[in-house]
Every structure is written in structure tokens, then in C-alpha cells.
């Protein structure tokens, strides 16, 4: 596998349930990031991790928990979530460059439906 | 708070005609991207524009920026059917070795004959 990929790419779960999804980059990369798409909003980035330390965190509620074991992977394990958390969910990774950000490659994303 | 505004929202082309979409920002930014992505896909990276008067071109698709006005273009010449897609720009700020991105809403391109 090449790039970033992401699974699944698409979930359907309850308000109950408790699931995961899974980011895991190919690139050499040190930084991974968690965004949102919702329908007719920007991009809305959730989580930073750099060195596999946490850096970001926008505000996202706790029913929203990342997780970042190794530099390739990054997971973000959900929670009784809500209908209104229905959405797109993008993982990017980019390199760490001495002072100045480049760009994200970003998966294929995981569409998520809350029930 | 940093803002980004793009606009059209929504614009369609014809084939063969020439387009601008326009990217502008709030505060003051080291770095601007943009993206592309079709439906159902992610995004790709176009262009990364890191410094006042910067123009980059790939194809049919031309970026530019000014620092100073705090405003990104990107052109379309002679479009085609290939070109549609949603179009982001991204700004990024804070000046930390990771990125952290504020996007536009997107400008949805449809191209037709």
C-alpha cells in the first residue's frame, strides 16, 4: 500500500456503539492530523500529532478519542456519538520540516453514519 | 480567528473558457495550498504557495499570491470536462513545524460542453 489509507471507509453505527477508525501512512511521515467534512461546512481539522504526541485538539468533544501508537498509525475511537457527528472523516500526515509545515497527503477518508 | 473565504461557491464553465476562483484570508499566513478532491474521493494537492508573488502552474490550473492583499487566485484557462471537481484552498498559520490548516468552503467546478 502506498500513501494514506484509511479503514473503513465507510460505518454505520448507533449512538450506543463504541467503534474505531484507523489512519495508517506509508510516507515516512511525522505529523498526523484527524479532520471533518460535514455536508456544506469547511474542512475542519480535530486533532495534531507530531512525534506521536498530541499537539492539537480543536475543541473536539470527548465523546472523540485519538490515539497515535507509532508515527504510521492514528486511530480515533468514538463513543455515543450523535446523529450530527455524521461525516466525512479525513486522516492527512506530513513531514515535520525545521520550522515551516508542507503539505498534507490526505486518505481516502471514512464516511461515518450515526443512527 | 483565522477566516478563509473562497469564492464562487459554485461555478460552471463551459468547455474552453477561462475562470478565476478566488481565496481570501483574514491574517497574516506563511504558506497557502490548494487542494482538489472529486466526489467520493480525498484531496489531492495542486499547488503550495510559500511566499509573496508566488505563482505556480500545472496544466491547465495556475496559482498565484499576494501576501500583502492576503489573497490567493486560481486560474483556469481553456477548461475541460476533466477539471470538475470541488477546489479548497487552505491557509496555514502559527509558524509550527506541523501544519495547522484553516480551510475555504470549497468551490464546486462543473465543466461543460
Known amino acids: 500500500e502506498t500513501g494514506v489509507t484509511q479503514t473503513p471507509r465507510h460505518l454505520v453505527m448507533g449512538m450506543t456503539n463504541k467503534k474505531s477508525l484507523k489512519c495508517e501512512q506509508h510516507l515516512g511521515h511525522n505529523a498526523m492530523y484527524w479532520y471533518k467534512q460535514s455536508a456544506k461546512k469547511p474542512l475542519e481539522l480535530m486533532f495534531v500529532y507530531s512525534l506521536e504526541e498530541r499537539v492539537e485538539n480543536n475543541s473536539v468533544p470527548s465523546r472523540f478519542s485519538p490515539e497515535c501508537p507509532n508515527s504510521s498509525h492514528l486511530f480515533l475511537h468514538l463513543h455515543t456519538l450523535q446523529p450530527e457527528d455524521s461525516a466525512l472523516y479525513l486522516c492527512?500526515?506530513?513531514?515535520?520540516?525545521?520550522?515551516?509545515?508542507?503539505?498534507?497527503?490526505f486518505g481516502p477518508g471514512t464516511r461515518l453514519t450515526v443512527l | 480567528e483565522l477566516k478563509v473565504e473562497q469564492n464562487p461557491l459554485f461555478l460552471s464553465m463551459q468547455e474552453g473558457k477561462n475562470y478565476t476562483i478566488y481565496c481570501n484570508y483574514s491574517?497574516?499566513?506563511?504558506?497557502l495550498y490548494w487542494y482538489r478532491q472529486d466526489p467520493g474521493k480525498s484531496l489531492e494537492s495542486l499547488f503550495v504557495?510559500?511566499?509573496?508573488?508566488a505563482v505556480k502552474q500545472e496544466g491547465r490550473l495556475m496559482a498565484s499570491l499576494d501576501t500583502k492583499a492576503r489573497l490567493s487566485t486560481l486560474h483556469i484557462t481553456a477548461a475541460v470536462h476533466d477539471l470538475s471537481a470541488t477546489y479548497f484552498c487552505a491557509v496555514g498559520f502559527g509558524g509550527t513545524s506541523y501544519g495547522k490548516l484553516t480551510f475555504g468552503q470549497g468551490t464546486i467546478l462543473t465543466v461543460h460542453p
Open positions: 492527512a500526515s506530513s513531514p515535520l520540516a525545521g520550522g515551516r509545515a508542507d503539505t498534507q497527503y
Open positions: 491574517t497574516t499566513s506563511d504558506r
Open positions: 504557495l510559500l511566499s509573496n508573488g
